[in-house]
């Protein structure tokens, strides 16, 4: 059993604008019943709306995002600075889930900084189960880097037995793996994933413009731009596979994001992705409380 839902990432600026409550009214609208909170000051009129999302809207609160410590400018609670505030947040709003969203920079200097982030992050997790929450890390592709032919994934998991997975099938394919058989590999352990498509887009008129005015270093960057986020559906992805070997790995979430919109609004984003998503046969997975599975 899962249920579809939507990074709150993408929601940022409508949060600053309009509030939390009024955001996921229009996510819930659209037909959303599930979101991840990420680069959202967890403010008390944040968390306070996001509780009366719960009640008015019956939003899932899927998941709460962390960072062992938050970098300099950046929102969010940090397990070193504010851990009795996140358990208090997240029992607030029913959130057994939490999640780091990335690698600290710092820890991807060597493979000695990750696997001490892992230990690290491996005892955050020990400390959250004793508050009935479960730590999750959510990857890149820079986790698909190799050292000593050893993905740097598989020594993170290695390193952090309490802490599970999130997985991104976009960043897996742009790390040049499968994310089928990355999801069968980390079967029991992943509780979320991305639902992010990837799409190679069509070269702009621009570059054509660069190579006829002899800027050839220029044409090559647009040549190797074309690596696009896209809409559930609308990239190469193969979701009608993806999606029951996530529910088949145990995935509880199965989250909506996009990373760049190229020009479109994030709620046309989002309807594209939900329409696809029902179009494969999945709009079951909407429901804020689905009775059925799809199987493997």
Same mark, same amino acid.
């Given at each position: 059993?899962?249920?579809?839902?939507?990074?709150?990432?993408?929601?940022?600026?409508?949060?600053?604008?309009?509030?939390?409550?009024?955001?996921?009214?229009?996510?819930?609208?659209?037909?959303?019943?599930?979101? =991840?909170?990420?680069?959202?000051?967890?403010?008390?009129?944040?968390?306070?709306?996001?509780?009366?999302?719960?009640?008015?809207?019956?939003?899932?609160?899927?998941?709460?995002?962390?960072?062992?410590?938050?970098?300099?400018?950046?929102?969010?609670?940090?397990?070193?600075?504010?851990?009795?505030?996140?358990?208090?947040?997240?029992?607030?709003?029913?959130?057994?889930?939490?999640?780091?969203?990335?690698?600290?920079?710092?820890?991807?200097?060597?493979?000695?900084?990750?696997?001490?982030?892992?230990?690290?992050?491996?005892?955050?997790?020990?400390?959250?189960? =004793?508050?009935?929450?479960?730590?999750?890390?959510?990857?890149?592709?820079?986790?698909?880097?190799?050292?000593?032919?050893?993905?740097?994934?598989?020594?993170?998991?290695?390193?952090?037995?309490?802490?599970?997975?999130?997985?991104?099938?976009?960043?897996?394919?742009?790390?040049?793996?499968?994310?089928?058989?990355?999801?069968?590999?980390?079967?029991?352990?992943?509780?979320?994933?991305?639902?992010?498509?990837?799409?190679?887009?069509?070269?702009?008129?621009?570059?054509?413009?660069?190579?006829?005015?002899?800027?050839?270093?220029?044409?090559?960057?647009?040549?190797?731009?074309?690596?696009?986020?896209?809409?559930?559906? =609308?990239?190469?992805?193969?979701?009608?596979?993806?999606?029951?070997?996530?529910?088949?790995?145990?995935?509880?979430?199965?989250?909506?994001?996009?990373?760049?919109?190229?020009?479109?609004?994030?709620?046309?984003?989002?309807?594209?992705?939900?329409?696809?998503?029902?179009?494969?046969?999945?709009?079951?997975?909407?429901?804020?409380?689905?009775?059925?599975?799809?199987?493997?």
């Amino acid at each position: 059993m899962a249920t579809i839902g939507v990074q709150a990432m993408m929601l940022k600026d409508s949060f600053a604008e309009v509030g939390a409550f009024e955001t996921l009214r229009k996510v819930s609208d659209i037909g959303y019943n599930a979101v =991840e909170i990420s680069q959202i000051p967890m403010t008390a009129e944040n968390v306070a709306e996001l509780d009366r999302s719960r009640s008015e809207l019956g939003m899932d609160i899927a998941a709460l995002s962390v960072a062992m410590e938050t970098p300099k400018g950046m929102p969010g609670d940090s397990l070193a600075a504010n851990f009795d505030k996140i358990v208090d947040d997240a029992k607030r709003l029913d959130a057994k889930l939490l999640r780091i969203g990335m690698l600290p920079f710092g820890a991807m200097s060597s493979i000695d900084a990750v696997v001490e982030f892992a230990k690290t992050a491996n005892g955050y997790a020990e400390r959250l189960a =004793e508050q009935g929450l479960k730590l999750y890390y959510h990857n890149h592709h820079i986790e698909f880097a190799k050292f000593e032919g050893k993905h740097m994934l598989d020594i993170i998991a290695e390193n952090s037995q309490a802490m599970g997975m999130e997985i991104d099938v976009h960043w897996v394919q742009r790390g040049g793996l499968d994310p089928v058989r990355t999801l069968e590999k980390y079967a029991g352990k992943t509780a979320m994933v991305h639902l992010k498509d990837y799409r190679i887009g069509q070269m702009p008129a621009s570059a054509m413009g660069l190579l006829e005015a002899g800027d050839f270093p220029g044409f090559m960057a647009e040549f190797k731009n074309v690596v696009q986020f896209a809409e559930v559906g =609308e990239g190469n992805l193969d979701f009608a596979s993806i999606i029951p070997t996530a529910i088949a790995s145990g995935a509880e979430y199965l989250l909506v994001e996009q990373d760049e919109l190229y020009g479109r609004t994030v709620w046309e984003a989002l309807q594209t992705s939900h329409d696809n998503l029902t179009s494969l046969g999945f709009g079951e997975l909407f429901a804020a409380e689905n009775s059925s599975t799809i199987s493997a």
